[in-house]
T-cell receptor, first 111, second 116 residues
Framework: LAKTTQPISMDSYEGQEVNITCSHN???????ITWYQQFPSQGPRFIIQ???TKVTNEVASLFIPADRKSSTLSLPRVSLSDTAVYYC????????????FGKGTMLLVSP | DAGVIQSPRHEVTEMGQEVTLRCKPISGHDYLFWYRQTMMRGLELLIYFNNNVPIDDSGMPEDRFSAKMPNASFSTLKIQPSEPRDSAVYFC??????????????FGQGTRLTVV
């Protein structure tokens, strides 16, 4: 399994764009990058997944450079309700090793 | 669909008692996962099933823990006997193997277990 490294915590203000970067230097050719969000007292929720370049959905964008050794989750114009823990997972999309969670990044959005 | 349903939401038990946690996955999903979350250890994968068959139970901490999936719509995680260090939030999740590029798992609300 590729090891992931992400900041333990980040602070932001409402309306700002937040970028959370995850390092995965040992990513394998068939690995995908997946991000989950977890609110207090709830289970994690899938946000976005990608393999290379850029992926965008209604919630976030995921930027993956050509070497794929890192990825950046971008949350546009955050609100207080985006305060949560964000997990970066890396692994093949079979065998479910992608569902091994690390420590995550605690994002705190202030007014 | 109501999503993944876990019961009970909260459980307080005395050390040495048997505890059974229950999970109803989303209909049609063929993968089911059990996780445990604590402040110290984060989210740990305990075991997962595919088509009701246990595939990987290497995360189960010890023999006091057991999990079953008698059919596609029900799974249990049992701890016998329970110990204070088992206190945690236990999550069940399910997913559908949709092929390349999609491993979205849906989590339940969790069961907060307190062993005193």
């Amino acid at each position: 399994l590729a090891k992931t490294t992400q900041p333990i915590s980040m602070d932001s203000y409402e309306g700002q764009e937040v970028n959370i970067t995850c390092s995965h230097n040992n990513i394998a050719t068939n690995d995908y990058i997946t991000w989950y969000q977890q609110f207090p007292s709830q289970g994690p929720r899938f946000i976005i997944q990608g393999y290379k370049t850029k992926v965008t959905n209604e919630v976030a964008s995921l930027f993956i450079p050509a070497d794929r050794k890192s990825s950046t989750l971008s949350l546009p114009r955050v609100s207080l309700s985006d305060t949560a823990v964000y997990y970066c997972l890396v692994g093949p999309n079979s065998g479910y090793s992608t569902l091994t969670f690390g420590k995550g990044t605690m994002l705190l959005v202030s007014p | 669909d109501a999503g993944v349903i876990q019961s009970p939401r909260h459980e307080v038990t005395e050390m040495g008692q048997e505890v059974t946690l229950r999970c109803k996955p989303i209909s049609g999903h063929d993968y089911l996962f059990w996780y445990r979350q604590t402040m110290m250890r984060g989210l740990e994968l305990l075991i997962y099933f595919n088509n009701n068959v246990p595939i990987d139970d290497s995360g189960m901490p010890e023999d006091r823990f057991s999990a079953k999936m008698p059919n596609a719509s029900f799974s249990t995680l049992k701890i016998q006997p329970s110990e204070p260090r088992d206190s945690a939030v236990y999550f069940c999740a399910s997913s559908f193997s949709q092929g390349v590029g999609n491993t979205e798992a849906f989590f339940g609300q969790g069961t907060r277990l307190t062993v005193v």
